[in-house]
């Protein structure tokens, strides 16, 4: 099954990798008869194979001083161009940018991978289908702090053996490949918000990140190869169904979009309320919204906002709990 992803806001996945200005220089390009800000990439080892023996040692001793930065130096311009290993958009402004986040790619082309997107839709599964009854059992296994019966929980709800879930879990047959690739990354500032009381305003020291630009159309495929000799798992082989994954998918992004206007309209914070009614336009049951990447954040990735309203307690548990981890 063919699927289309369009990205509506730009999406980090980092590969671990960082970079700095010793790496990369700014500059213009024309594109479609624009003038636009772009970053070039580039392979220091292959910049210094182009220079002489005299601009070498130069460049070596440079390397040595922690602000270098490429922008700097005229004469090393030309051959950093011919040992640029890829350009991206430049959607900030800012001179004095010290350390870049890389995002994930493959023959340094960007993508999103299908890890990342069946973690979102098992998410949503999760979120739209889990009984009263089975948040019971949670908030209970919480309270207790019996974090084995938590986790059994959850495997359950895929798999006939919470034991075994690498061999007995529907979502083994649900196969999402890795999204093609994209050429040119675009690199945006990124400042955390933090609200106190009625206001709000931003932390200090912005992160770099390269993102998948927004406005992008990438490709994927779904294959479902559940079969009924698998008898075991026969009342859950209906969770991998393309619809039941399309409309858990849209109620969960609709309830989190919801719950971001409240966030946002409680504090004051016009321009993320404006952001959230965009994307509420944008929302609907046959193209449903999927939240990826970077800052996604625990409302997001896990099936927290269905305790947040009712079960605060546990919720905060939760919370504490799954710090850097799914549920």
Known sequence: MKCTLKVITP?????????GPQEFYTGKAKLSGKIIDIFRRVDVSKLYSELDDE????????????????DSME????????????????????????????????????????????????????????????????????????????????????????????????????????TNTFKNPALHK?????????????????????????????????????????????????????????????SFSRDYIEHEQDFASKYDVDFLERIYRKLEKGNSPESPLMRIGQGSGFLATTIGLRFKEEDYSTYESIRKLTRGKKL
């Open 190 to 250: 990124i400042r955390v918000l933090a609200v106190t009381g009625r206001s709000y305003n931003y932390k200090r020291f912005p992160v770099y990140l390269e993102f998948m630009p927004r406005g992008v159309k990438l490709e994927f495929e779904m294959n479902f190869t559940y079969s009924e000799r698998y008898e075991d798992l026969r009342n859950k082989s209906e969770l991998v169904d393309p619809e039941k994954i399309r409309e858990s998918l849209y």
């Open 11 to 19: 999406v980090h996945i980092g590969n671990g990798t960082t970079y």
């Open 75 to 178: 004469k090393f311009r030309r051959p950093a161009k011919e040992a640029a290993r890829y350009w991206g958009y430049l959607k900030t402004g800012e001179s004095e940018i010290t350390e870049v986040r890389e995002h994930i790619k493959t023959s340094d082309e960007i993508y999103i991978p299908g890890s990342s997107i069946k973690g979102s839709i098992r998410t949503a599964l999760l979120y739209e289908h889990l009984r009263d009854s089975d948040l019971d059992r949670i908030s209970d296994a919480v309270t207790r702090r019996r974090y084995r019966d938590l986790n059994n929980i959850i495997n359950s709800f895929f798999s006939s053996d919470p034991q075994d879930t690498a061999k007995k879990s529907i979502m083994r047959f649900l196969e999402v490949t890795d």
């Open 55 to 70: 601009t070498r040692e130069e460049f070596i001793d440079h390397l040595s001083t922690q602000d270098f930065r490429l």
